[in-house]
């Protein structure tokens, strides 16, 4: 049957290998990945396929240019809410306009603190007893079970979120410390997403008590900033526990020398997959050190000194929080966020919309990665 004079004879559509693609489709953002499953059952098989889920993440945590990465910022409003940005907007316009996020396990005068992020899952301690795992760009969320600790007065858990690449595992370890118990023993145990059950592991050193704060994952392992009481004497010094998630053993990281008699208690950070350290010196500068080969004291680099503003007396820089490839460092002031670029030494003043102040901050990359699947 011939066509009729009307009709255009369209040319057939090229065809595309599958390979290509797969390296096309790895290559966008998660958003549109989302949409693009629904169009064809191919698409929907690639795009949830395990490999090319950790093929993706590949391509977006190793990203320099911080495309792929956002912020996630908890209100200083009385109501518990959660937005985010993209970090490249804050680094290089004015004003940003924030997203809110719906946060799965929402109370609204509860506050859970987001304990970190690995590989664009979000952890987040639930009244202390347990931890919420959450990818924010799919919006799949796994709550763990209760911790069952026997809580009193006075006890708190220190949690941290990290990756067993020998066991293709994500963990979360939660170290529980009753200072009512003589050197404050602690009770260390560690969530499985995979088994979805908590499990006894050794404790901490005798005598070492890490501070209120969260591990942080760098190159296998977590890292927290402890207090390490000496015998029966009152003294106590201030070191560095890692935890190898995969051996499940504990180790000291030796600190740089810096000026002890003259700073604040360190607070440990992760910068660039490095270990990093930070204090107030003599309240008028803000200090930054980074451990370049993770587990080599001789690797710490003292990587910028950061004037305070005037009236430092009230708060402390917070963070920091990220990097730029150009050397400016993301940091919170007066719960709000600065950027201060140390080839000039100046000052940026972000402005972030539909947010009146910000209590925490994490950044994380969007990924495929969901915590039910592990």
């Avoid at 204090?279 to 080969?293: A, G, N, P, Q, S």
């Avoid at 710490?300 to 400016?328: A, Q, R």
Wanted: neutral net charge; contains cysteine; glycine residues 4%.
């Amino acid at each position: 049957m011939s066509n009729s004079p009307d009709q255009v004879s369209l040319p057939p559509l090229p065809f595309i290998p599958d390979e290509l693609i797969e390296e096309i489709l790895s290559r966008l953002p998660v958003r549109s990945l989302l949409q693009f499953r629904s169009v064809c059952k191919s698409w929907m098989s690639l795009i949830s396929d395990s490999y090319f889920v950790k093929k993706h993440l590949q391509l977006s945590t190793q990203s320099t240019n911080l495309t792929r990465h956002r912020i996630i910022l908890t209100d200083t409003t009385a109501e518990f809410h959660l937005k985010s940005c993209p970090l490249t907007s804050l680094f290089h316009n004015p004003s940003t306009i924030c997203e809110d996020l719906n946060y799965p396990a929402k109370n609204k005068f509860r506050h859970d603190g987001i304990v970190g992020s690995c590989n664009g899952l979000l952890c987040f301690a639930v009244k202390g007893d347990s931890v919420l795992l959450w990818n924010p760009s799919t919006r799949v969320s796994k709550k763990s079970p209760p911790l069952c600790n026997n809580w009193r007065p006075g006890c708190f858990t220190d949690f941290g979120l990290g990756y067993d690449q020998n066991k293709d595992e994500y963990k979360v370890v939660a170290v529980f410390c009753d200072p009512n118990v003589y050197l404050a023993e602690t009770n260390v145990k560690v969530y499985s997403m995979a088994s979805n059950s908590w499990r006894k592991i050794q404790d901490f050193p005798h005598g070492v008590t890490p501070y209120q704060n969260s591990g942080k994952f760098v190159s296998g392992t977590l890292n927290w900033a402890a207090n390490y009481t000496v015998g029966n004497s009152s003294s106590s010094l201030w070191i560095i526990v890692s935890l190898d998630l995969h051996k499940e053993t504990y180790n000291e990281i030796l600190p740089p020398h810096y000026e002890k008699e003259e700073c604040s208690t360190p607070s440990l950070g992760a910068l660039k997959g490095c270990l990093c350290m930070n204090y107030d010196y003599k309240k008028r500068h803000f200090v930054l050190w980074m451990m370049k080969e993770y587990g080599v004291r001789e690797s710490w680099v003292k990587m910028v000194t950061i004037p305070y503003l005037p009236n430092p007396e009230d708060f402390s820089y917070s963070g920091p929080y990220c990097i730029s490839d150009n050397g400016e460092v993301m940091l919170m002031f007066e719960f709000d966020l600065i950027l201060y670029d140390p080839r000039d030494q100046s000052f940026k003043y972000p402005k972030v919309h539909s947010g009146k102040g910000w209590f925490d901050a994490e950044v994380y990359a969007e990924t495929l990665l969901s915590p039910i699947k592990h």
